[in-house]
């Protein structure tokens, strides 16, 4: 074989290699987090969130944290999903709306002051969400929004 065969082969041969890795990859998915329905520890629920505060929570946060995520077409594919899921997992340790009811006071207030903060400094969503899903992205009046009721709350 000549000089340039022999590039041919090995990008072949690069390629071939890459493909059968994405395929076996795809073997290794974790587990969706696809709870049917918000349930009655809902946090949104729980406090009674106005209609317009509760679409954005949903839109904006319950991706991460609740056990509920809306998946896109290619959040099921390796390595991505992945990706997605260490988000969820982390996010949801951090703070996970659909058990709100059953936690206990103290955490509460920490997470709702640590809502208050995150959503004041722009932190949350996260900009590597945001940048995927820009709908999630809230606007200054949405912040404004989500602020005022998030003051009004009172856990018990
Ligand atoms: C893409 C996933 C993702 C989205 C969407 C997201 N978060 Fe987070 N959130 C995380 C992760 C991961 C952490 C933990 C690590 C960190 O702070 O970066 C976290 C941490 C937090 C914390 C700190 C936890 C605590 O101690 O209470 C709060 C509060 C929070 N998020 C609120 C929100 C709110 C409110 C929204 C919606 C406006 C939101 N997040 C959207 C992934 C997400």
Request: glycine letters at 4%.
């Amino acid at each position: 074989m000549n000089k340039q065969g022999n590039k041919i082969g090995y990008v072949k041969g690069v390629f071939i290699v890459f493909i059968t890795a994405f395929i076996a990859i795809q073997f290794y998915r974790p587990n969706k987090n696809s709870q049917k329905e918000a349930t009655y520890s809902d946090f949104l629920t729980t406090e009674a969130a106005p209609e317009a505060v509760a679409t954005l929570f949903k839109n904006s946060c319950y991706d991460c944290h609740s056990n509920k995520t809306e998946y896109y077409w290619y959040d099921h594919i390796s390595p991505i999903s992945w990706y997605v899921d260490t988000h969820v997992m982390d996010g949801k340790n951090e703070l996970n709306f659909s058990v709100w009811r059953t936690t206990d006071y103290r955490t509460k207030r920490v997470h709702l002051s640590n809502i208050i903060t995150n959503i004041t400094e722009g932190k949350m969503p996260l900009s590597s969400y945001t940048f995927m899903h820009p709908k999630t992205k809230l606007s200054d009046k949405q912040i404004e929004q989500i602020l005022a009721w998030v003051s009004t709350i009172e856990v018990k």
